[in-house]
């Protein structure tokens, strides 16, 4: 605890290549056929009908409740639908699939697939977070005669044997059962059916995978600190058809390949079809906080990889962070973009990070358009551990989110809170960003819950302005020496806390709060800010949300903000749609200025990345909003959509 090419001239341009598909991005002007809204990522679209002037008259369009309440803490509904094939596609933290009508929200057709995303397998424990955060769309070449499965659908899935993708008829939801037959499992592939080094069952699927052309790209999410020999965070593209293996990459050297796993890709890849590049965003080596046992250099670790879609082939990588120890992975959708830095124009790969910093790298090189200096960092005391003599801080672009925390800054509604606050900060060792995890109990801010985190950024290319949010909060990491362990009666039991097995250590952990259940850290506890990426100034910078406890919402006045989870959509009109909030509300904001211009509430808050379509003339903003049981937040199964009254 990671998104123009929609219109016509695409699709023919591709075909007069004599290209065998047509990539969905082609579709129809309206849609919303990836997760991020096209291959490059970016969460913007171009629809202008909701603008500054009358986003005020939006109201509720149509709701639909999936069915499924979450079953436990770790199940959260966080789906960005789709948009294509003149249908609204969802999936649900459960395995379903379900087709709407986008005008009206009623459904055409649901199945299930198989087993949830996620989900228990005997002897291990199992990775404890279930979600589908999105499906991906698969179009067979519009000129060839149609059929079933001609058009198709992937979700995710697992079954004993790990995470599954299973190929849908888009049309009807039927089993596409050509897809994984040669495996001998008709309709789905399997992805313990290759090796992975490790434990696949702590292994699952959250975001959904990336198409180019005829091949379909997947990474995996595996478990943080559960086993130091995680599986391997192997990405594989299979054959969008049959699901034959057709590459596959593994960030893992082969010498670490018992010792280490993960460095995996949870977030969502990025594809620029013209150079036939996916980029991918990893994430830190198992078991994240403990580094002994791969002190090895592990460059393709929390790093943005370039790789040939049609080969795997590794064009180059630009690593984040080195030997990280902090839990500091990827965990956003790269951003495709073209910047105008120093009087040149540069195609780049932009990639925000849990630190706070944003990366802008030339796209055909991994090289950072701003310099990048190397600083010096606090270093572990854990025997046998070493930390990296320095980590990668790039001064511009400027940073989003808050990076150093001093005693004097804490904070407390009373005295008494704010005391309670600072002989926990003086307990602690901290040093400031980088601190690692100690025996004694260490603060690490930003923490491993991000600076920036699921959700991402947005991206707008008239103004080449990034609008990016963040929380603001401190995290409390101890190490607990096996050999002086007090043994399971007495070990606190939150869902932070992890066993590190194969390891001398297990991890404890918790969000540094006062006893009245507030952040130690000072407010604004989540922020939304405005990037010029031609300048990296912040243009404009916000609290966002109202943070909430004990049924009380704090007013807005007093810009406190909410720690967040979920991300932004832009349009061409000007406006930011945001949920994320912990306060249950739906915002659009002023792109210029970042002023709100329009709320609703929610029944839960909306933790996901809204998408917005046009059916029939009409604009429509969607949002799952559904909490999260974790945050303890109120839970929901809806899906809302909203829309401009009728004339």
């Known amino acids: 605890m990671r ?10 341009l591709l ?12 579709a129809a002007e309206g849609d919303w056929p990836e997760f991020g809204g096209r291959p490059e990522g970016g969460q913007r679209s171009a629809l202008t009908q909701i603008t500054p002037s009358n986003v005020a008259k939006l109201e509720v369009a149509w709701t639909y409740h999936t069915g499924e309440m979450p079953a436990r803490p770790g199940q959260s509904l966080e789906v960005t639908p789709l948009h294509v094939n003149g249908t609204l596609y969802l999936c649900t933290p459960g395995g379903k699939v379900a087709a709407l009508d986008p005008a009206n929200g009623r459904e055409r057709w649901s199945v299930t697939p198989g087993t949830p995303a996620t989900g228990s397998a005997s002897g291990a424990k199992p990775h404890g977070i279930a979600m589908c955060r999105g499906l991906t769309y698969w179009q067979s070449d519009a000129t060839a005669p149609g059929g079933p499965c001609s058009k198709r659908l992937y979700a995710p899935g697992r079954g004993a044997e790990g995470p599954r993708i299973y190929a849908l008829d888009a049309d009807s939801g039927a089993a596409c059962a050509d897809f994984g037959a040669a495996a001998g499992h008709p309709g789905y592939v399997a992805f313990g059916d290759f090796e992975w080094n490790g434990d696949i069952r702590l292994s699952a699927l959250m975001s959904p995978p990336v198409v180019y052309h005829d091949v379909l790209i997947s990474g995996e999410s595996v478990a943080d600190n559960i086993k130091s020999d995680a599986a391997d965070g192997m990405v594989r593209a299979f054959d969008a058809r049959s699901g034959a293996l057709i590459w596959s990459f593994n960030p893992i050297p082969p010498a670490l390949a018992h010792a280490t796993g993960a460095a995996n890709v949870w977030s969502v ?6 150079r036939g590049l996916v980029f991918l965003p990893t994430t830190s080596p198992s078991p994240d906080l403990y580094g002994a046992a791969r002190s090895a250099d592990l460059p393709l670790a929390n790093a943005v990889v370039a790789l040939k879609a049609a080969t795997g082939e590794l064009v180059w990588s630009f690593q984040t962070v080195h030997h990280d120890l902090y839990d500091f992975d990827l965990p956003a959708q790269p951003i495709l973009a073209t910047v105008n830095i120093g009087g040149h124009s540069t195609d780049v790969v932009v990639q925000t990070t849990k630190t706070g910093f944003t990366f802008v790298l030339d796209r055909d090189t991994g090289r950072s358009l701003f310099p990048v200096p190397e600083r010096p960092i606090p270093q572990s005391d854990i025997p046998g551990e070493h930390s990296s003599p320095t980590q990668p801080m790039p001064p511009l672009p400027e940073p989003y989110a808050r990076q150093t925390l001093t005693r004097s800054e804490l904070f407390g509604l009373t005295p008494f ?9 003086d307990a602690s060792h901290y040093e400031g960003m980088f601190t690692p995890a100690s025996l004694r109990g260490s603060i690490m801010f930003p923490s491993l819950l991000g600076g920036g985190n699921w959700g991402g950024a947005a991206y707008d290319p008239d103004r080449h302005l990034l609008v990016v949010k963040a929380s603001n909060l401190a995290y409390r990491v101890k190490l607990i020496d096996l050999a002086h362990d007090p043994g399971p009666a007495a070990r606190p039991k939150t869902w932070m806390d992890s066993p590190m097995d194969g390891t001398p250590y297990r991890m404890e952990g918790e969000i540094l709060m006062s006893p009245l259940g507030l952040p130690c850290t000072p407010p604004p506890w989540g922020t939304l800010t405005a990037i010029d990426l031609d300048t990296g100034k912040r243009v404009w910078q916000i609290p966002l949300g109202q943070s909430k406890r004990y049924g009380i919402t704090v007013p807005a006045f007093l810009g406190w903000g909410s720690p967040n989870v979920g991300g932004p959509l832009i349009t061409a009109s000007g406006l ?8 249950s509300k739906f915002r659009a904001l002023d792109l210029g200025s970042g002023r709100e211009l329009w709320s609703a509430p929610l029944p839960a808050p909306g933790m996901a990345v809204p998408m917005t379509y046009l059916d029939h003339g009409r ?13 303890e937040t ?4 809806a899906i809302i959509a909203y829309a401009l009254p009728p004339p």
């Open 3 to 12: 998104l123009s090419r929609f219109g016509l001239p695409l699709a023919a």
């Open 15 to 26: 075909a007069a290549l004599g290209n065998l598909t047509i990539h969905s991005a082609a």
């Open 269 to 274: 890849m990025s594809v620029d079809i013209e």
């Open 417 to 425: 809170d704010r005391g309670a606050c600072e002989r926990a900060f």
């Open 576 to 583: 930011i749609f945001i949920g994320a909030t912990l306060d």
């Open 619 to 631: 604009q429509l903003v969607v949002i799952a909003a559904g909490g999260n049981g974790l945050a």
């Open 634 to 637: 109120e839970l929901s199964d």
